[in-house]
Structures are given as structure tokens and as C-alpha cells.
């Protein structure tokens, strides 16, 4: 039996044209992702079969494997409810729009949400290879940081919750922006959904004291 399911897009494969189009998000989500989930599973079932064996010759790479396909599923599981058509998305949190929290939570955190802007575009555009950019609740300081993912882990800080990313990754944009990858995340912001951002920063914010147990 899976552990992990590939998820359903909330939408069709035409709703965020043409910020990415139809053609991109099937391949994306029905390919790429797919094979996240499969590389999961399948990689949970030869570490089982070591631990049978008492086989440990092989446990390093296996680990590394598990960390590359459940994290690449997990960071898209969340990319695609971070985005949503153009008519409904972009801009910026308002209070207005119900999303004050989060709104005050990037002002405090990075002086305006045009600094904040900035700084995920260049954290998401100058990965290097392949990677993300990531928006996420640190728990210790109670603060949103920006951090890059190289391919789909490291370089962030332990016990973070992501809560908006970016896929830098040439899968993500190539047959649309070519090489282009900083025009590509330009693009991205406006299909951002701030409401499942601020959903997702809300319950970061909830769980915030699980990291570091009083005694």
C-alpha cells in the first residue's frame, strides 16, 4: 500500500494562463510530481527491506532519496495551493481581504511587502541549478524568513514551515520562458493566492512552540 498519493490540482490544467500554461502544469503536476511520490514510496519500501536484512550497506543513499522525493513532494503539494487564476490572485495581503495577519507578519519581518518582494524574486531567481524559493515561519523568533532550497532541501532553517514557494526549477517554466527563469517568477506573483498563504502562516504560527519543549 502507498504511503503517499499524488494529489489533485485544485483546478484545471488551463487556470493559471497564461502566467503557466496547460500544456506546463500537466506535465508538472502529472509527470514531475508523480515521480516525486512514486521515488517516496518506492524508496520507504527498500529501506524496509533493509531493516529486514539487517542489509546497511546501502542506507545512506536510501536516506538521501527519501529526503530528495518526499520533500520535492511536499514542496509541490504545497506550490500548487499557493497559486490561483490571475482574476483571483496577485497583488498583495490586506487586511481588507482578511489576510491582516499575515499582511503585518512580512511588514515586521522585512520593513515593506515590496522588500519582501524583492528579496523572494532574487532568493528565487539566483538559485543555483535547480531549487526553490521559499517564504516560511521560523518558529523560534516567531518571524518569516526567506530562505533558497537547493533542489528540494537544505540551506533552510530546521523545524521552518514553508508557506509560499516558488519552483526555480527548469521543469517548472522552460517550455513557456525558455531560459528566462527571473521573468518566469516575475510572472508567478500574479497567481499568488494569499489566502491559502495565510492560512498556512496561521498554522505555523499555532504550532510554533513544538520546537523547543520547556522542560
Known amino acids: 500500500m502507498p504511503v503517499y498519493t499524488l494529489p489533485e490540482l485544485p483546478y484545471d490544467y488551463s487556470a493559471l494562463a497564461p502566467v503557466i500554461s496547460p ?29 529486514d536484512k539487517g542489509s546497511w550497506g546501502s542506507v545512506n543513499g536510501l536516506e538521501k532519496n527519501l529526503a530528495f522525493h518526499l520533500s520535492g513532494h511536499i514542496l509541490h503539494s504545497i506550490y500548487w495551493r499557493n497559486m490561483t487564476g490571475p482574476k483571483d490572485g496577485g497583488g498583495e495581503p490586506l487586511a481588507a481581504d482578511g489576510v491582516g495577519d499575515l499582511a503585518d507578519a512580512i511588514t515586521e519581518s522585512f520593513g515593506s511587502f515590496a522588500g519582501f518582494k524583492a528579496q523572494l524574486t ?40 514553508p508557506i509560499l514557494v516558488f519552483d526555480a526549477w527548469e521543469h517548472a517554466f522552460y517550455l513557456q520562458y525558455k531560459n528566462q527563469k527571473v ?13 491559502d498563504v495565510a492560512r498556512r502562516h496561521a498554522a505555523a504560527r499555532s504550532r510554533a512552540d513544538v520546537l523547543l519543549l520547556a522542560p
Open 183 to 195: 521573468d518566469f517568477i516575475d510572472a508567478m506573483w500574479a497567481v499568488v493566492d494569499w489566502q
Open 23 to 51: 500544456e506546463i502544469i500537466e506535465l508538472h503536476h502529472d509527470k514531475h510530481h508523480a515521480a516525486y511520490v512514486k521515488g517516496a514510496n518506492d524508496t520507504l519500501e527498500q529501506l524496509a527491506e533493509a531493516r
Open 122 to 161: 532574487k532568493a528565487a531567481a539566483t538559485t543555483q541549478g535547480s531549487g526553490w524559493g521559499v517564504l516560511a515561519h521560523e518558529p523560534l523568533s516567531g518571524r518569516l524568513v526567506v530562505e533558497q532550497v537547493y533542489d528540494h532541501q537544505g540551506n533552510v532553517g530546521q523545524g521552518s514551515t
